[in-house]
T-cell receptor
Framework: GAVVSQHPSWVICKSGTSVKIECRSL??????MFWYRQFPKQSLMLMAT?????????EQGVEKDKFLINHASLTLSTLTVTSAHPEDSSFYIC??????????????FGEGSRLTVL | GQQLNQSPQSMFIQEGEDVSMNCTSS?????WLWYKQDPGEGPVLLIA?????ELTSNGRLTAQFGITRKDSFLNISASIPSDVGIYFC??????????FGKGTSLLVTP
């Protein structure tokens, strides 16, 4: 099956620094990628929808200037947490859809990236 | 996004027992999906349902897409220790992101 890979798997950073998380579709082209955040013992909450070559669409309450999303190619989307603070510590998960934009292709999830901000 | 109502929140059962969990929503979805998530990993798709009334099996797992399109259930028969994990339901409107339930934490004792 299709594989979505995230990097890094875990990262620890100091408060105030920025962290970049990559999401790659390894064997398919993903016109749409989604970024989720999951706090401990909670469900996955959608942060933003990223379409290749255009600006990301953010969910209500998610600061677009803090969580920068770039989807420059059909196989790579990046999430940058700028000026990270301890409350940004979370498990960030991406998912990618194979096929055309707006299509109903199966969604594949990355392994997740655990961010800890000290 | 809308969050779904998933129950039970947790289950603690003995190996060999059957398990049932369900999800409900106030709105209609075109697709219902069930995922399992192990600690520190992303969710893995178990079963996808695309038609109202559809009943689909995957090994010991069986899931159904409710007739009203507002609910779904997942059954696990003859549970084994490796079934331990968190199970999430997710509803999807065509072409959009998934809306997840809050998860059901399953513990299985040998």
């Amino acid at each position: 099956g299709a594989v979505v890979s995230q990097h890094p798997s875990w990262v620890i950073c100091k408060s105030g620094t920025s962290v970049k998380i990559e999401c790659r579709s390894l064997d398919f082209q993903a016109t749409t990628m989604f970024w989720y955040r999951q706090f401990p013992k909670q469900s996955l909450m959608l942060m933003a929808t990223s379409n290749e070559g255009s600006k990301a669409t953010y969910e209500q309450g998610v600061e677009k200037d803090k969580f920068l999303i770039n989807h420059a190619s059909l196989t790579l989307s990046t999430l940058t947490v700028t000026s990270a603070h301890p409350e940004d510590s979370s498990f960030y998960i991406c998912s990618a859809r194979e096929g055309k934009r707006g299509g109903t292709g199966e969604l594949f999830f990355g392994e997740g990236s655990r961010l800890t901000v000290l | 996004g809308q969050q779904l109502n998933q129950s039970p929140q947790s289950m603690f059962i003995q190996e060999g027992e059957d398990v049932s969990m369900n999800c409900t929503s106030s709105s209609i979805f075109n697709t219902w999906l069930w995922y399992k998530q192990d600690p520190g990993e992303g969710p893995v798709l178990l079963i996808a349902l695309y038609k109202a009334g559809e009943l689909t099996s995957n090994g010991r797992l069986t899931a159904q897409f409710g007739i009203t399109r507002k609910d779904s259930f997942l059954n696990i028969s003859a549970s084994i220790p490796s079934d331990v994990g968190i199970y999430f339901c997710a509803g999807q409107h065509s072409g959009y992101a998934l809306n997840f339930g809050k998860g059901t934490s399953l513990l299985v004792t040998p």
